[in-house]
């Protein structure tokens, strides 16, 4: 309910001194802040003690419970204030500006006012305003001139046209500008601004007064300029903080906080105001020094108005000086650039006026009352502001009146204006005898516009507010209330009160109307509500239908501002059928003033309502537009009064189809709802039958059919003229058909049933009950039949075309029926004895006839047509007789049905029914038997006579089988003896079938032929000549698995023969080949792959002749190739092992004089097996035959004991190898065959230099020089390195001389050499370049060094000097020490960051990014020693840290870490990334260094992806140390590891065992004891030591990691001996955010800790949202790939924003593996961290269109429309960049293989040759993917993978390579890949070998899921997911099918429509509802479906394909 209308007095809360003083003529404003009240009178006084206004600025804040709150508003500090004033205007003219104009100043003298001013609710504070000059005439030119700002002042264009530069601003900002735009100005150009506008006033003949007032000359305003600017440049200099010389545009430039606050108050443009000011002075006139000319004459009590951006003033009380007069003038201001104009209006203005009020609305401003000396107004006039034209509205309300207050407020449909109190003259007798008044008056701007007084509703004793003139009025539209404060009663007021007008103003909307306008009773009718405002408020929309106190209220949803629809409520048990208001409510506000009506009626019911019309009669005339109408009736009975039923209506007409079979065609129609009941049918319809359908929709939506639906009118081309007309002939001629039928009915039944009956008269009886029965039945029809006459004859009369006479019919044939109801329900009880008696008789003859059927279906049975041995004849005969008997039941039983029915008990005659039934299907099943006999008869005799040469026995088994089939289709007695006969002899014809297309076989022999001779004991001459049936009269369907037996032997003996055949001649052709040994005449020998596959398969096929029973014919032959291909396998087996022993040994024994030095003995013995291994290849290549020489009686021998000799030689040569191994200790990181590599090379160290990488961490190869010739001995230059780009020149040139192990201990201590050269060198420049505090330099320092690991030591070590340097700096006093050099390497670090934007090489870039990862963790530990106030380098803070020294005294190097220290190692690192140090990383450095330091191991264990492996790493190349990664597998044993341990101790290298707890528990428990002998020997300071029974030498510097996945798949619990010698460290998830950072700066980001804080956010959220699926990585694997891709986008787009790149970032490295749901949430989460930023996939068109060419060309795919494939394609390729591991993850047939396949040419095609080898690594055991050792003679045996790697690493080029692995994962292969797939990318074998997966080469993995991987594995790997749920696979399989089909086209299309349509469905249902035994993907149930249609499609089924 609205609130009511009334009065409220509010009450003050809050402080009571911050009261308002009582006051008159103020200002309230409304504004966001509250209600802004400015100025008045309160009865202060000025110094003379004369009433003085005053300037006060409060907020009045309106609260809760009808309090309010007054607040000072605390002004700028650098806000002028406007001067004191009243009755002055203010306006609201933006959102946080407020413009007050005029007012008195003081009222003794009397001075009004005429400035401007703006307030500034933003930052409170006032801003005066300069009006401008108008901007054409002369008049104050020189004014004008000055009172703008100084650059807004015209310039001439050279034309003599002005031109303006001031710029169109509006709100704040045009505020804001009238003061800072002046700040711009120079000082010379303000000066000289000055100047000019003097010269100006000295030309002026209007100012001179002004002239003296200025002086004389320019010496003043030389002076004031000289002056000003000294203040002004002081006053820069003290706020620019120095720097001479600094201009304006520097001062803002430095952006330096101004003290005051006030960005407005620079001394420039202080100076700026003051000079305008005193310009100014000398323009004004002399009678007002305050009059300003560009703007009205001074005035209060005036009105202003705001009209678009411009405010209109009129009237009010003033003048120039001290002038008393009211104006009527109307002025402008445009507040875009403050200047006023003078509107020159027409029409009837209004009188001079003030204390009036005034309002503008629709483009007008409205003036009302006010008073001048001589009259006071009531009017109102109106003034068009387009058209300036003045109106008397001569609309007046109640008395003149003045002082008023006036509050124009919106309101729907029509807004209002408030007047309040004022001043009224009441009596008549002037503005002296006025009265205060307290009324509230209404002007409706509606039209037409009207006043009103509404009442008050409260009672007269309530308080109100006191009568008053010059209160403050003002509108909250949130409550809808006015509110007034103070004004004068003869005394200054302060009170506060309200009054809720939302009775009157209404909400803010409104109705107009409710379509449709009526509706039925039950509701849930959709209306709409049309009115205006509905979207002013939020909340629920309620509408309310009422009707007197009864309502009924619905809820409503708004479309738009004009729109709600809603449901009508039902009102069947409240309103009910009548008319109702309709109002709306929205959310807390009330219901609206304004209403429509809508209307309730009872529903219409489909079997109460009719058609008529000639529409639905017969004979109309075809082809003629005719018409019925629908008389919608309630369920009273009553027609209905309106409409809006709903129908719906079908119209069809008879047509005959193709086929010559009726069908229905739809006709068009016009239906059309006339609003009064009744509705309309129009349609047009052709000669013939016509069928309407008529349905009501009822309230529940279902249509049901009214009566008589449906009709069935006809038309026919000679119909009668008019006949589609309601007054027709074919509705006249209806109507009296219809009376006559109705007539007749009752007069033939009326006879009927009053027939004479007499006893046992059954036919007579049973006519009358018919009659009863036709009454009853037809009763409905008679009532609708006479309805529809009744509504036909009032169409009539409608017309014109009255009938009484018919109606008078009606009304008789009516009563008659009505009448004869009743006779009829008299008859029927009159006849009911006899009924019943006649009823009991027939029942007795019934069950008579029923056992007679009984007797004779029982004697059936016996009949001959039961029996086979009654022949064919006898039994088609005695089927024809029963035939016979059983139609003469038939008919007597008809009889006694007819009765049966009449009396209602057809029931009676079921059994005899069933009983005859019965008989008639055994007559015929078994007439269907013998019918069957009659064609096995036929087809049979055919068989017979065809002869054996001739017979087909396949068709003829096909026949038989299908008689067969017919014989089982036959209905009858399975146990009749009949069917058992005829079966019998279908089984010998289903056996015998077979068995002759056994016979027929040509592998048949005459041996055989005899066996089945003897078998039968009949015989005959077998020739293709005899007849079938002599086959037949042996009889061979008594012995078929005999038979059989002996056809399958001639079978098997042909193939056996055939088999012999085929090995001889095959054998006869296989030769060795021979290939030249080293170009030598020496041919080596060996069998082709093909012949060795066809060797295995041929020595299966002799194996299973010797399993075949039926092998004795052949059985010698077979045998001897058993012995032959044994001695092939064998000797060629050995060969091949012999001559790879020999060719390799060879090498060593006859070509290495190293190894003959060392192994004298060996190598002479060598020479003798050399000639044997020549003589045997001689002695085949002689014989050439691999049959012949293999089957020699002595060559396995000789094989056998060159074998053995070669093996001996093999031990000595190992035994060498390990005497190598303890000389040179690297070399146990080695294989045994790499090491014989560099060993048989070792007298050439070309070919020694590509193993380096194989034993050095990070050199690729030594750079080369042969000063003495090519023979002789080279010279390293320099190295190479392998880990990154970099060239390392050595100072001195090493000679590769002496043995190989020699001159490789050398080359380590070359390499060493020349890296402490260089930091040495490094370390000198470093300070006397000065890069200790130019970070410039420092930067191109970096980037110039030799070596980035020098500069990077350098970089160390002056950053503790930096650091320790604060540190004493403390110590002695200074504070800020530490902070100071916090802040130095700050600088530092931003230099750096700031020269990765600048365009450097890639090796440049890896050193500076290195440099910026190292400096950001200075930074770090720099910031938290500050926070911390640590101040003495011997707090644990700082000695925890990782420190470097350089020690004079031994020119060295020294790391140092709480109390270990280690000499800085000098291994060669190469050009490599470093890792993000942390502060884990830092707590896991000192815990490795304490324990390396206690002379114990270092074991951390974490989750996967924690960087365990990393740190270990990371530590070594921060002390400079070899650091093998070794993957620790369970294929590695005790001897594997003692040689490692043997390696790491002798070199002093570390080792970092990945995954160690994958060793197996008796591996792990020998290694305790072969480190703890390593442990024992360091602790003991020794030298040389013991170690698995060889003395190794010792170096101390040896460390042993071991890192761990604890709970992991296939890990070990280590010994608790094991667990001792190592110190733990639990590695948990590290700092992302920080972790990040430091790589944004290092990629060069600017914006790093933002971006860090958004993705670790991201990563965070999506570890918490999304599935918890074993393939989403969000740690620091995949953070790394993203900042990776991230930094490479970056380079390539610089202008993208950085926040653009990490999103493109995250989101192209990532949405490869997720989808569903998941992909949703990512996205959503992606969208809310980067608003409003979606950079598009970089898309390479050129190669997408490759990609669909080799996918339709290559592989014949057809490209699918959503373009998935090319998707999932181009994530591989962006994967493949950042990875070098890749699962493809998805079901079989979700297009993995088909990805990387297309791919593989597409790239092949660019030019980039692209290599694949792929297999199955779940086809093969552990040992045969990654190879093993033998354990018995430690020989090594490669593996597919191992080999594959090491083969295509050799490749030379550098095209991609793809190794391919399709299986599925499982703990027992993938682990062991581990280091492959990390950035180790190193498969480290038990051999020790250590084979790279180069740059170039990729491993990709098909697999299904990661169900079976640990974490390790699945972080290592990106992942591309394919998704199969929607069909994409299946649906281009069928496209791709369907193109290769040779169909028409249009077949084509059809076969796809229906695959499109049913195929998602129906495999949905197969995988929900059925139970599939082999699972299935869905792509394989439509490929087996297409390969089904492959073979049914053809040219004779197309037409029925979709059956």
């Known amino acids: 309910m609205p609130f009511p209308y009334a009065w409220v007095k509010l009450n003050q809360s809050g402080d009571a001194e911050r009261t308002v003083t009582p006051r008159a003529g103020h200002t309230l404003t409304p504004m966001s802040q509250g209600f802004f009240l400015f100025g008045g009178m309160d009865g202060r006084r000025n110094d003379q003690g004369n009433p003085a206004p005053n300037s006060d600025l409060f907020v009045l804040k309106l609260g809760q419970k009808g309090e309010y709150e007054w607040s000072p508003i605390e002004l700028d500090a650098a806000s002028q204030v406007p001067p004191a004033r009243t009755l002055h205007s203010a306006l609201g003219t933006s959102a946080d500006e407020i413009f007050i104009w005029g007012g008195i100043h003081s009222a003794m003298p009397f001075q009004t006012l005429q400035d401007g001013w703006i307030l500034d609710t933003s930052c409170m504070e006032w801003k005066k305003v300069h009006f401008k000059a108008a901007p054409t005439g002369n008049r104050g030119s020189a004014s004008r001139r000055m009172t703008g700002l100084i650059q807004d002042r015209s310039s001439d264009d050279g034309n003599g046209r002005k031109k303006s530069s001031s710029l169109k601003l509006r709100g704040s900002k045009a505020r804001a500008s009238i003061s800072a735009r ?14 000019r506008a003097v010269a100006d006033r000295r030309g002026s003949t209007r100012s001179m007064a002004g002239t003296s007032a200025m002086g004389s000359g320019s010496k003043k305003w030389h002076g004031i300029l000289q002056k000003k600017m000294g203040m002004m ?26 003290p005051s606050g006030n960005l407005m108050t620079t001394s420039e443009e202080q100076f700026h105001e003051e000079l305008v000011a005193m310009v100014s002075q000398g323009q004004r006139d002399d009678g007002n020094a305050a009059s300003d000319p560009n703007a009205p004459p001074p005035r209060s009590n005036h009105t202003t108005s705001l009209h678009e951006n411009s405010v209109v003033l009129f009237g009010g009380h003033g003048g120039v000086g001290y002038q008393r007069r009211p104006f009527n003038d109307t002025w402008v201001l445009n507040l875009d650039n403050q200047r006023w104009t003078e509107l020159a209006c027409h029409g ?8 009036h009020q005034s309002f503008a609305k629709d483009g007008c401003v409205y003036i009302f009352g006010g008073w001048n000396n001589e009259q006071q107004y009531n009017d109102l006039f109106m003034l068009d502001i387009e058209n300036k034209d003045w109106s008397d509205v001569d609309l007046s309300w109640g008395v003149p009146r003045w002082n008023c207050s006036l509050q124009l407020v919106e309101a729907i449909p029509s807004w209002r204006v408030f007047v309040f109190g004022g001043t009224a003259d009441v009596y008549g007798e002037g503005r002296t005898g006025g009265v205060f008044d307290n009324k509230i008056g209404v002007l409706d701007m509606g039209e037409p516009m009207r006043w009103s007084d509404p009442t008050l509703e409260m009672k007269s004793e309530d308080a109100m507010p006191q009568p008053r003139e010059h209160s403050a009025i003002c509108y909250d539209p949130e409550e809808s209330r006015l509110v007034i404060f103070g004004g004068w009663a003869n005394k200054w007021l302060d009170d506060v009160w309200q009054i ?35 979207q002013s408020t939020n909340g629920m929309v309620i509408i309310e239908f009422a009707c007197g106190k009864l309502s009924a209220q619905t809820q409503g949803t708004v479309i738009n501002d004009e729109v709600i629809e809603c449901l009508t409520p039902a009102v069947m048990n409240t309103i009910g059928p009548k008319e109702c208001q309709v109002r709306v409510s929205i959310g807390p506000r009330d219901l609206t003033t304004t209403m429509t009506h809508y209307t309730y009626f009872l529903n219409s019911i489909a079997e109460k309502s009719l058609c008529f019309g000639p529409g639905v009669l017969q004979e109309q005339q075809a082809n003629l537009e005719t018409r019925f109408m629908i008389q919608a009736r309630n369920q009273n009975g009553e027609n209905r009064k309106s409409g809006r039923d709903e129908f719906l209506v079908t119209v069809q007409q008879k047509v005959m189809n193709a086929d010559g079979k009726d069908s229905l065609r739809e006709i068009p129609f016009e239906l059309e709802d006339l609003n009064n009941g009744k509705s309309e049918v ?29 009709f069935r009118p006809t038309f026919t081309k000679m119909g009668r003229n008019r006949a589609n007309e309601h007054s027709g002939p074919v509705v006249t001629a209806w109507l009296s058909s219809t009376l006559k039928s109705l007539d007749e009915f009752y007069q033939t039944t009326n006879t009927g049933h009053q027939t004479k009956l007499k006893d046992g008269d059954v036919m007579n009886l049973i006519k009358v009950m018919n009659h009863i029965k036709d009454m009853y039945d037809q009763e409905d029809t008679l009532i609708l039949r006479q309805d529809e006459i009744v509504e036909t004859l009032a169409q009539l009369e409608r017309e014109g075309l009255p009938s009484d006479k018919q109606l008078k019919q009606l009304k008789k044939i009516s009563a008659n029926i009505v009448q004869l109801k009743d006779d009829i329900v008299a008859k029927e009880k009159e006849i009911q004895p006899m009924v019943q008696k006649e009823s009991d008789l027939y029942k007795k003859l019934i069950a008579d006839f029923e056992n007679e059927l009984k007797t004779y279906q029982s004697g059936l049975r016996k009949e001959a047509y039961y029996y086979y041995k009654s022949g064919l004849e006898l039994a088609q005969k005695r089927l024809a007789d029963v035939t016979a008997d059983l139609d003469n039941f038939d008919k007597r039983m008809e009889d006694l049905l007819h009765i049966a029915t009449n009396f209602n008990y057809p029931e009676e005659l079921n059994n005899p029914k069933k009983v005859m039934q019965a008989m008639r299907e055994d007559v015929a099943n078994c007439r269907g038997l013998w019918d069957f006999e009659v064609m096995r008869i036929k087809l049979t005799e055919g068989f017979l006579v065809v002869k054996w040469g001739q017979v087909v026995a396949g068709d003829m088994e096909d026949e038989i089988k299908a008689l067969f089939k017919k014989l089982k289709e036959v209905k009858v007695d399975r146990k009749a003896d009949a069917f058992v006969g005829v079966q019998d002899v279908m089984k010998k014809w289903t056996v015998f079938c077979p068995l002759v297309g056994e016979l027929r076989d040509p592998a048949m022999r005459t041996r055989h032929w005899m066996q089945l001779m003897e078998l039968c004991g009949k015989s005959i001459t077998v020739t293709p000549d005899i007849l079938l049936r002599d086959m037949w009269n042996l009889e061979l369907h008594k012995f078929p698995d005999a038979v059989e037996d002996t056809a399958e032997q001639a079978k098997q003996e042909k193939k056996m023969e055939d088999m012999l055949k085929k090995l001889a001649k095959e054998w006869a052709e296989v030769d060795f080949l021979f290939d030249s040994h080293r170009g030598t005449e020496v041919m080596l020998m060996r069998i082709a792959d093909d012949k060795f596959e066809m060797l295995e398969e041929h020595q299966v096929q002799v194996q299973n002749m010797f399993a075949n029973r039926f092998v004795a014919t052949f059985e010698s032959q077979v045998i001897m190739w058993q012995k032959t291909l044994a001695n092939v396998a064998e000797v060629s087996t050995l060969l091949s092992e012999v001559q790879r022993s020999w060719v390799f040994l060879e090498n060593l024994f006859i070509f290495s004089d190293e190894v003959k030095k060392e192994l004298p003995e060996e190598s002479d013995k060598f020479v003798g097996i050399d000639m044997d291994v020549k003589e045997i290849l001689l002695q085949g290549l002689g014989v050439k035959s691999a049959k012949e020489f293999c089957n020699q009686d002595s060559i396995f021998g000789k094989l056998e004991k060159v074998q053995g000799a070669l093996e001996m030689c093999q031990k000595a040569l190992n035994e060498f190898m390990d005497s190598k191994r303890r000389a040179f200790p690297r070399f146990y990181f080695m294989s045994a065959a790499d090491l014989l590599d560099v060993l048989s090379n070792g007298n050439q160290p070309g070919k020694v230099v590509p193993q380096f990488p194989k034993f050095f961490i990070a050199i690729d190869s030594y750079t080369l020089e042969w000063p003495d010739g090519e023979e002789a001995r080279p010279t390293a230059v320099g190295m190479n390195a392998c880990v990154g780009k970099e060239y390392v020149p050595f100072p001195e040139h090493l000679p590769l001389v002496g043995k190989v192990e020699s001159y490789l201990d050398k080359c380590i201590e070359w390499f060493q050499k020349a890296l402490k050269h260089f930091a040495k060198d490094d370390l000198g420049r470093y300070f006397t370049e000065g890069c200790m505090d130019d970070g410039e330099r420092r930067g191109r320092f970096i980037a110039e060094s030799q070596a980035a690991q020098c500069a990077l030591l350098v970089q160390l070590i002056t950053w503790v000097m930096l650091v320790e340097k604060g540190f004493n700096a403390a110590q002695d006093g200074k504070e800020t020490a530490v902070h100071d050099a916090w802040q130095e390497s700050y600088n530092l670090l931003l230099k750096l960051i700031e020269l990765t934007m600048t365009n450097l090489d890639k090796p440049t870039r890896q050193k500076i990014m290195c440099a910026i990862t190292l400096d950001a963790h200075n930074r770090d530990v720099q910031e938290r020693l500050t926070l911390e106030k640590v101040d003495s380098k011997d707090a644990f803070q700082w000695q925890s840290m990782l420190k470097c020294y350089w020690l004079e005294e031994e020119d060295d190097a020294s790391m140092q870490i709480a109390d270990a220290k280690m000499p800085y190692g000098y291994e060669y690192l190469g050009n490599g990334p470093r890792l993000v140090v942390t502060p884990l990383t830092d707590r896991i450095y000192v815990t490795a260094t304490q324990a390396l330091h206690l002379c114990m191991g270092c074991a951390p264990a974490g989750p996967a992806g924690t960087g365990k492996t990393e740190s270990t790493k990371d530590l ?32 002093g290298s570390w080792g970092c065992f990945d995954e160690f707890n994958r060793l197996v528990p008796e591996v792990l428990s020998v290694c305790t004891v072969q480190f703890k002998s390593v442990c024992d020997a360091i602790k003991a300071k020794m030298t040389r030591f013991m170690l698995q029974g060889d003395e190794i030498h010792l170096n101390p510097q040896v460390g042993c990691f071991i890192t761990m996945n604890p709970g992991y798949l296939g890990r070990s619990e280590l010994p608790e001996g094991l667990k001792a010698l190592f110190r733990p460290i639990t590695v948990m998830v590290p700092d992302f955010k920080l972790i990040m950072e430091n790589m944004f700066m290092g990629e060069g980001f600017t914006e790093a800790k933002a971006l860090g804080l958004k993705f670790s956010t991201l990563y965070a959220l999506n570890k918490d949202l999304l599935s918890q699926s074993k393939k989403y990585d969000w740690g620091m694997r995949a953070i790394k790939s993203v900042l990776v891709v991230a930094g490479g986008f970056k380079r390539a787009d610089p202008s993208l924003s950085e926040q653009a790149v990490l999103m493109r970032s995250l989101r192209d490295t990532n949405v490869a593996k997720i989808e569903g749901d998941d992909l949703k949430i990512f996205m959503g989460l992606l969208g809310d961290l980067f608003p409003g930023i979606d950079v598009p996939r970089a898309r390479d068109y050129e190669m997408e269109e490759v990609l669909v060419d080799v996918m339709q060309t290559d592989y014949g795919y057809t490209h699918d429309s959503e373009g998935y494939l090319l998707l999932k394609i181009t994530q591989l390729i962006e994967l493949l960049g950042i990875r070098h591991c890749v699962f493809l993850m998805g079901n079989p047939g979700s297009f993995k293989s088909a990805m990387w396949k297309i791919l593989k040419n597409a790239k092949t095609r660019c030019g980039e040759k692209t290599t694949t080898v792929d297999f199955s690594p779940k086809a093969i055991s552990t040992n045969e993917l990654y190879g093993f050792v033998n354990m018995q003679t430690r020989e090594w045996k490669d593996g597919i993978i191992s080999k594959v790697m090491r083969d295509l690493g050799q490749i030379p080029d550098t095209h991609p390579k793809w190794i391919m692995l399709d299986g599925d994962l499982d703990a027992n292969w993938i682990e062991s890949m581990n280091s492959v797939m990390d950035d180790n990318r190193l498969l480290t074998l038990p051999s020790n070998e250590r084979i790279p997966l180069k740059v170039h080469m990729k491993m990709i993995f098909e697999i299904r899921d990661l169900n079976y991987a640990t974490p390790a594995t699945a972080t290592r790997a990106g992942i591309v997911c394919m998704d199969d749920t929607f069909g994409v696979q299946w649906r281009s399989y069928v496209q791709s099918w369907i193109l290769k089909q040779e169909h028409p086209e249009p077949v084509k299309e059809q076969l796809w429509q229906m695959f499109d349509k049913y195929g998602g469905m129906t495999t949905y249902w197969m995988l929900k509802n059925t139970k599939i035994l082999v699972p299935m993907v869905d792509i394989c149930l439509i490929m087996a479906c297409c390969s089904l249609l492959d073979n049914v499609l053809n040219a004779t089924t197309l037409e029925a394909l979709e059956y």
């Open 682 to 710: 129009k349609y047009m319809a052709d000669e013939g039958d016509v069928v309407i359908h008529v349905k009501l929709i009822d309230e529940n939506g279902k249509p049901r059919p009214i009566r008589g639906s449906p």
């Open 1516 to 1547: 070594a190349n921060a002390v400079a140390k070899a650091c093998y990664v070794i993957n620790a597998a369970p294929e590695m044993d005790y001897l594997t590891l003692g040689n490692i341990y043997k390696g790491l101790s002798a070199s």
């Open 500 to 534: 809720n007008v939302s009775s009157i103003v209404g909400p803010p909307y409104a109705i107009t109307k409710v379509e449709p306008p009526l509706g039925p009773v039950t509701g849930q009718m959709k209306v709409t509500v049309y009115g205006v405002g509905f």
């Open 348 to 355: 009837n203005p209004p009188p001079p006026r003030s204390g």
């Open 182 to 195: 002046a700040g711009s100005i120079s000082f010379t150009s303000l000066a000289g601004a000055a100047t």
């Open 233 to 258: 440049l002081s006053g820069t200099t003290r706020a620019g903080g120095g720097g001479g010389g600094g201009s304006a545009m520097k001062m803002r430039k430095s952006n330096a906080p101004n």
